[in-house]
């Protein structure tokens, strides 16, 4: 099992600019999160799915979306990068949302 | 909100047993205590969880206080590898799905 996949490991976008970071998960779990880590800080959850087809906002969900088209995979879309949205992104799986498993996670600088 | 309150960092030892406590006061009736573990430029790691009393796992010990308010987490005989920032979390039902929320952790430092 690969577990949790995460690309790219690392990003830098110009202000304005759109992307996707993907992730990936070869458990079956239906549950799937999406998380920044700032410096020194703990983690902040953006937004996340119970299932395919079903997903809800965390605690920081605005500049982001996501989609859930399958049980495997969880894209992460900034739709307009900003210099706040640098951060540290994991990606995490789990059959339910106390034990998760984390993706290596992605590193994305916005100038 | 089952908000957590755990100290900012810590100090230890090589060999020594390192216990790190929780405040969880707001802990509802059906919400468990889940401890994760997180190493430097890596995504953190489940280590143990639990409701009351005792857990133990190959990894660390859970014990929590029948009033379940605080947990302590137990590290048996640590070593440098142990050093990481430790996450004392109770899962709170929002939304669609229970969620986590991460404060900022306790640092661990296990000095030679």
């Known amino acids: 099992n690969a577990g949790v996949t995460q690309t790219p490991k690392f990003q830098v976008l110009k202000t304005g600019q759109s992307m996707t970071l993907q992730c990936a998960q070869d458990?079956?779990?239906?549950?799937m999160s999406w998380y920044r880590q700032d410096p020194g800080m703990g983690l902040r959850l953006i937004h996340y799915?119970?299932?395919?087809?079903?997903?809800d906002q965390g605690e920081v969900p605005n500049g982001y979306n996501v989609s859930r088209s399958t049980t495997e995979d969880f894209p992460l879309r900034l739709l307009s990068a900003a210099p706040s949205q640098t951060s540290v992104y994991f990606c995490?799986?789990?059959?339910?949302?106390?034990?998760?498993?984390f993706g290596p996670g992605t590193r994305l600088l916005v100038l | 909100l089952a908000k957590t309150t755990q100290p900012i960092s810590m100090d230890s030892y090589e060999g020594q047993e390192v216990n790190i406590t929780c405040s969880h006061n707001?802990?509802?009736?059906?919400?468990?205590i889940t401890w994760y573990q997180q190493f430097p430029s890596q995504g953190p790691r489940f280590i143990i969880q639990?409701?009351?009393t005792k857990v133990t796992n190959e990894v660390a010990s859970l014990f929590i206080p029948a009033d379940r308010k605080s947990s302590t987490l137990s590290l048996p005989r640590v070593s440098l590898s142990d050093t990481a920032v430790y996450y004392c979390?109770?899962?709170?039902?929002?939304?669609?799905?229970?969620?986590?929320?991460f404060g900022s952790g306790t640092q661990l430092t296990v000095l030679p």
């Open positions: 799915s119970v299932g395919a087809g079903i997903t």
């Open positions: 458990m079956n779990h239906e549950y």
């Open positions: 995490a799986s789990s059959w339910d949302a106390e034990t998760q498993y």
């Open positions: 979390l109770v899962g709170e039902f929002r939304g669609s799905a229970r969620q986590l929320t």
């Open positions: 707001n802990i509802a009736t059906n919400d468990y």
């Open positions: 639990g409701y009351k």
